[in-house]
């Protein structure tokens, strides 16, 4: 039999991530589901957004033509947003595209990429299908990684350093510039999948540094996982660099027109935004009367452990009641379940089934 590229046979294939709940065939308009184990926001994407997906679907030419390939009218609505030029802009096909594309584009055999961990770990398997080796740098949650324990793990062989801010913990700003300036020989990417719940962002330090990119994505605040659509924010060298390898046609032309749309409504993604932070403060409030403790994050997600019951059988009491919680996710912290946080109307249902439950 033919054999795929010799790097791959290490790496291993990824855990399923199938429960109960359909995806298709009417079975996303149940009542009573809570579908908390992948990040998703629990509300559809605004009104606006299903209104311009309408309208597009009534042209001629709709889906028979391809999309823009140089997204353009996407691009310039996207750099707005993030105050730069649309050419320091790639949109991506979710941000894990934008990831593996920056790998194709800047990571090679022998490499060392430098990963803090607990981390997004699907992103490990690309620097590694390139005959890359990961260099894990593990934090407490409590203290979170910081630039120095980061520094001791950088090599000469170092070629990229994967950050997500904010996460499980978040990292002070200063921290991200002192590795970016302190590694002139690695990009420094960071993925702000969380962006809009935490606020902060380094998009600020591409004015200074070349050796830094952003990844964000429409998938968590804009509501449109669904839709698959991400970018790159980079210098423009950086952007024309990872142009060369990415398809013509890599967003489809429905999620161009929801991207626009959702853009042109960015107040509905602040006001969600506002709910799950709210949110957040309430299940850690609310969480330990039943027995959890609980630990907040700046990035919508909530982890938490029963005093006493295994977390398997919480997840599987959970479910019985139609919450479904992300169990075992991190190598590292074996005995948290975590779950999205949703908006206030959401969680206080939520926390109804919590009390039913334990
Ligand atoms: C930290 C992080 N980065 C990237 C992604 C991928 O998001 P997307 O849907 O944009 O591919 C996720 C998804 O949950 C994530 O948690």
Redesign the pocket.
């Known amino acids: 039999m033919i054999q795929p590229n010799k790097y791959l046979a290490n790496i291993a294939s990824p855990p399923p991530r199938a429960h109960s709940i359909k995806f298709l065939s009417g079975a996303r308009s149940k009542p009573g589901v809570f579908k908390l184990d992948?990040?998703e926001a629990v509300i559809p994407p605004s009104p606006q957004v299903l209104k311009a997906i309408a309208a597009f679907l009534k042209e001629k030419n709709n889906l028979n033509w391809y999309p823009d390939p140089k997204a353009d009218e996407l691009r310039t609505e996207i750099a707005r947003y993030v105050h730069t030029k649309p050419e320091q802009i790639l949109p991506?096909?979710?941000?894990?595209?934008?990831?593996e594309f920056l790998t194709d584009a800047y990571v090679s055999e022998g490499d060392e990429v430098v990963v803090p961990t607990p981390?997004?770990s699907?992103?490990n398997a690309w620097p590694q299908s390139r005959g890359a080796t990961i260099v894990e740098v593990p934090y407490d949650i409590h203290s979170g990684p910081t630039a120095s324990t980061i520094q001791k793990k950088i090599t000469n062989k170092t070629k990229m350093i994967y950050l997500?801010n904010p996460?499980i913990t978040a990292y002070p700003e200063i921290d991200i510039e002192y590795i970016v300036r302190k590694n002139k020989h690695a990009l420094v990417v960071v993925?702000e999948?969380?962006h809009e719940y935490y606020g902060k962002t380094s998009i600020g330090l591409l004015r200074r540094h070349d050796n830094i990119v952003i990844?964000?994505?429409?998938?968590?605040t804009f509501m449109l996982?669904g839709l698959?659509?991400?970018f790159l924010v980079a210098q423009k060298k950086i952007i024309e660099n990872v142009a060369k390898i990415i398809g013509l046609y890599n967003i489809n032309v429905l999620t161009h027109v929801a991207g626009i749309a959702a853009l042109r409504d960015a107040a509905y993604t602040r006001s969600y935004a506002r709910e799950v932070r709210a949110s957040t403060k309430l299940i850690a409030l609310e969480l330990p009367k039943y027995g959890f403790e609980v630990f907040s994050t700046f990035?919508g997600i909530a982890l938490f452990k029963h005093a006493r019951i295994n977390p398997r059988i919480v997840q599987k009491k959970l479910e019985a009641h139609g919450v479904f919680v992300r169990y075992p996710f991190f190598k590292e912290l074996p005995a948290y379940l975590r779950m999205n946080v949703g908006n206030l109307a959401f969680t206080k249902e939520l926390l109804i089934k919590f009390r039913n439950t334990f």
């Open positions: 992948s990040n991506t096909n979710g941000s894990e595209q934008a990831l981390t997004f699907p992103f997500i996460y993925d999948a969380y990844t964000r994505t429409f998938s968590k996982a698959r659509l991400g990035a």
